[in-house]
């Protein structure tokens, strides 16, 4: 008796890629625009400069004696960014 065979787990395929210019289409940051930092594929989610900023507070260390408060931009679900313009490496290999 044979083993069912499977098929490999594949990556998922999204609407936008690292560079892209995004808007953001709904959510508490509908408006908003910027550039996808950082996709996360395992939570479908994005990073986009300058959106969904939030505040980490960080630990007294060496490089601040007082501890600090950094911001920095929070993840959003990809259905809710819309892709404005691709990025430089989209339209290269479309050129291509």
């Known amino acids: 008796m044979s083993k069912p065979t499977s098929k490999p787990a594949t990556k998922p ?12 289409i709904s959510g508490n940051h509908k408006g908003s625009s910027g550039k996808i930092l950082q996709v996360i594929p395992s939570k479908s989610q994005v990073i986009v400069e300058g959106v969904r900023m939030i505040k980490k507070h960080l630990r007294k260390s060496q490089e601040h004696p007082q501890g600090t408060i950094a911001e920095r931009e929070g993840p959003i679900h990809i259905s809710n960014v819309k892709l404005i313009e691709a990025g430089a490496k989209a339209k290269a290999a479309k050129a291509a």
């Open 13 to 24: 395929k999204f609407h936008v890629r690292r560079g892209d210019t995004v808007e953001v």
